[in-house]
């Protein structure tokens, strides 16, 4: 039986105390969901004399299909530049999933339209295509992303540790290049407290900016999912 309305936004606000894939990482999970998933998000980062905050950010994973999965995803921003704050609703995306590999390795694409529906910025719409893949080598999985974003293009590797049922911790790598090569290093947690809830969590920060300061982020990543 498919969850009604009542149970989404009860588990949105399960979520709210606790301050986007089911990933904290920039590498997102190679495999589409199986259920219907909600995640909720806080995020802060700091570059310079500039601090935004996503508080929170909310996303809605669909499983269309075994290899095929829909998320939504849209939220709050905060951001605070020159002594001056803006705040409001930030950019909404809409993005797929679809593996179409599985054998020893996995491969997936990850199309991404993002709308400028957000009150603190003026990027502007874009779209951006993925290509994930994945090995698992026993308790360590190999994962990674190449793609690009209208004139930039983008890539992150991370490792994945699996310390027990429960618990896994990653390392990563994650670049991007537009005016020039933007590459940081991040550091999380993937937490399973019970059949239905996962906690993410990821600390990193700029290793080389070309383009700009120095930046330094924080992420916490509540995941619901309705078996």
């Given at each position: 039986?498919?969850?009604?309305p009542t149970?989404?936004?009860a588990?949105?606000?399960?979520?709210?105390?606790?301050?986007?894939?089911?990933?904290?990482f920039?590498?997102?999970?190679?495999?589409?969901e199986e259920?219907?998933?909600?995640?909720?998000?806080?995020?802060?980062?700091?570059?310079g004399?500039e601090?935004?905050?996503?508080?929170?950010?909310?996303?809605l994973?669909?499983?269309l299909?075994?290899d095929?999965?829909?998320?939504?995803?849209?939220?709050?921003?905060?951001?605070?530049e020159d002594g001056?704050?803006?705040?409001?609703?930030?950019?909404?995306?809409v993005s797929?999933?679809w593996?179409f590999?599985?054998r020893?390795?996995?491969?997936?694409?990850?199309?991404a339209?993002?709308?400028?529906?957000?009150h603190?910025?003026?990027?502007?719409?874009a779209?951006s295509?993925?290509?994930?893949?994945a090995?698992?080598?026993g308790?360590?999985e190999?994962?990674?992303?190449?793609?690009?974003?209208?004139?930039?293009?983008?890539g992150?590797?991370?490792?994945?540790?699996?310390?027990s049922?429960?618990?896994?911790l990653?390392?990563?790598?994650?670049?991007d290049h537009?005016?020039?090569?933007?590459?940081?290093?991040?550091?999380?947690?993937?937490?399973?407290?019970s059949?239905?809830?996962?906690?993410?969590a990821l600390i990193?920060?700029?290793?080389?900016?070309?383009?700009?300061?120095p930046?330094?982020?924080?992420k916490?990543v509540i995941?619901?999912?309705?078996?």
């Amino acid at each position: 039986m498919q969850p009604g309305p009542t149970r989404i936004a009860a588990a949105a606000l399960c979520c709210w105390p606790l301050a986007s894939f089911a990933s904290p990482f920039e590498v997102p999970d190679v495999d589409p969901e199986e259920y219907l998933e909600l995640k909720t998000t806080f995020e802060r980062e700091s570059s310079g004399d500039e601090r935004e905050w996503d508080a929170p950010q909310f996303e809605l994973t669909f499983p269309l299909a075994e290899d095929l999965e829909l998320s939504l995803e849209t939220g709050y921003a905060i951001i605070e530049e020159d002594g001056e704050s803006h705040s409001g609703l930030s950019d909404s995306e809409v993005s797929a999933k679809w593996r179409f590999h599985d054998r020893g390795t996995t491969l997936t694409l990850q199309p991404a339209f993002t709308f400028d529906t957000g009150h603190t910025d003026d990027e502007g719409d874009a779209f951006s295509l993925g290509l994930l893949a994945a090995h698992s080598f026993g308790p360590l999985e190999l994962s990674g992303r190449i793609g690009v974003e209208e004139d930039e293009t983008f890539g992150s590797i991370l490792f994945l540790f699996t310390v027990s049922e429960d618990l896994r911790l990653g390392a990563a790598l994650a670049g991007d290049h537009d005016e020039g090569l933007h590459l940081r290093g991040n550091l999380g947690v993937k937490w399973e407290l019970s059949e239905n809830i996962e906690i993410q969590a990821l600390i990193g920060r700029t290793i080389e900016n070309e383009v700009g300061p120095p930046a330094t982020r924080a992420k916490l990543v509540i995941v619901y999912e309705f078996r």
